[in-house]
């Protein structure tokens, strides 16, 4: 059984084995919309190994699990964008989205003006009902994740590290004990893993990563359900 110690040596190889793919003409020549994100995806990636290993060391548990909720996300949505430009596409347009939504609701509620660039009057009113317009509808994290065949990675991953980022925790067993530290590392390592295979699978193969490598890279191929 690997040991806390065994985890961060782990991270910390796949750190390094992240920044040297940053060297290689293949990722260094990714000029497609589609292949900028996922490489935007590895970076976050990177950072979030390098957190990961800080918190392991000083044992946080519930950060950890955050991390890992993250992770899953993120791999989630790499593994859709590596499908086709057109997601990737769609992806941009939803980041878009998001920041509009944030703008509108703080412009609804007082919280912000959009001034006129040259006059730098009040532009808002006129500005507020060309932003309902420029929101998407975005597509839940759930059906993505069952679209590309990984609804076990969502329902056995994804699911149950998100009692941690919404606080539902109380009474149950501590995330800071030893088997909370390790149950966190592994799922963390395991899916840095699966999005390095979704990006290296993108950018050196030139296709998507089947969803039964993925689930074998998470050790999730032999477990049953969908």
Known sequence: MLTLGDYVTRLQRQIEEMQARTAV??????????????????????????????MANARLGTPLFVLARVLC????????????????????ADVNSDVVRIMQVMVEKGLAKIPHKA????????ILPQMKQWKT???PIEQIAIGLGLGRAYDLVY???????????????????????????SMIALLIKAICLVVDTDILRNTSAPAGEILRV?????IGGR
């Open 119 to 126: 006059t730098g009057e009040d532009h808002t009113a006129e």
């Open 73 to 92: 996300e993120d791999l989630f949505i790499a593994a859709w964008v590596s499908v086709s430009e057109e997601n990737a596409l769609a992806h941009e």
């Open 25 to 54: 003409p293949d990722y260094q020549n990714a000029v497609t919309p589609q292949r900028k994100i996922l490489l935007h995806f590895l970076n976050r990636t990177q950072q979030l190994a390098e957190a990961a290993v800080l």
């Open 137 to 139: 509808g975005r597509k």
């Open 159 to 185: 699911r149950s590290a998100s009692i941690e980022v919404h606080g539902k925790t109380y009474g149950l067993p501590s995330s800071t004990n030893e088997e909370g530290l390790l149950g966190a590392l």
């Open 218 to 222: 998470l050790d999730l191929a032999e």
